[in-house]
């Protein structure tokens, strides 16, 4: 079945102690992105990856680290957690992403809600 | 000013009603709009999908684009409790490389 797998679905931890949030997709897809859910704010594009060592800065990228060294990867680090960083995250990926609207198609996973104590 | 704007709801109708959920934006340079539904602790999932200015439409859903306006709908026929969900506009600019996400509206339909 074609996915995109994030791990964990929930996560409580106290500020400044570090975390991997992983993303798993296995639809060979070139293009991933972490993206944030905030009530009222919608959606926000964190970190993007065009391809495997091609990554970039979305909107909300602080506090935030990311790399992508296999194509079906692309964990999502926070060094130093703080409360404000108390979020739902999606992981995202698509064929390819070139603004061209060929096979763009965003698939998500089911998300990660984590609370920063 | 957010370069999407959508209102949040909750909207709630009843079963078989039409509705209709909307966003503006203020980019021009948006090329391709998209309209997501996510259900509760889900991820988001494409409903549909539509370029430039016209319409769209998919069974029960239809897709309007008025580029002139800066204003798109999505419109439900015959709401099923199903439909219960929130929809998210999204929009990309042509050659961009990131989507855009309204907040998302929270529809409820009830039986």
């Known amino acids: 079945e074609a996915q995109v797998t994030q791990n964990p679905r929930y996560l409580i931890t106290v500020t400044g102690k570090k975390l991997t949030v992983t993303c798993s997709q296995n639809?060979?897809?070139?293009?991933m992105s972490w993206y944030r859910q905030d009530p009222g704010l919608g959606l926000r594009q964190i970190y993007y990856?065009?391809?495997?060592?091609?990554?970039d800065k979305g909107d909300v990228p602080e506090g935030y680290k990311v790399s992508r060294k296999e194509k079906r990867n692309f964990p999502l680090i926070l060094e130093s957690p703080s409360p404000n960083q108390t979020s739902l995250y999606f992981c995202?990926?698509?064929?390819?992403?070139?603004?061209?609207?060929?096979?763009?198609?965003?698939?998500f996973g089911s998300g990660t809600q984590l609370s920063v104590l | 000013q957010k370069e999407v704007e959508q209102d949040p709801g909750p909207l709630s109708v009843p079963e078989g009603a039409i509705v209709s959920l909307n966003c503006t934006y203020s980019?021009?340079?948006?090329?391709?709009f998209m309209w997501y539904r996510q259900y509760s602790r889900k991820g988001p999932e494409l409903l549909m999908y539509t370029y430039s200015s016209g319409n769209k439409e998919d069974g029960r859903f239809t897709a309007q684009v008025d580029k002139s306006s800066k204003y798109i709908s999505l419109f439900i026929r015959d709401s099923q409790p199903s439909d219960s969900a929130t929809y998210l506009c999204?929009?990309?600019?042509?050659?961009?490389?990131?989507?855009?996400f309204g907040a998302g509206t929270r529809l409820f339909v009830k039986a």
């Open positions: 639809m060979n897809h070139e293009y």
């Open positions: 980019n021009s340079a948006f090329q391709y």
């Open positions: 999204a929009m990309t600019p042509h050659g961009g490389f990131k989507t855009i």
């Open positions: 995202a990926s698509a064929e390819q992403f070139r603004g061209t609207a060929t096979n763009e198609k965003l698939f």
């Open positions: 990856s065009m391809n495997v060592e091609v990554t």
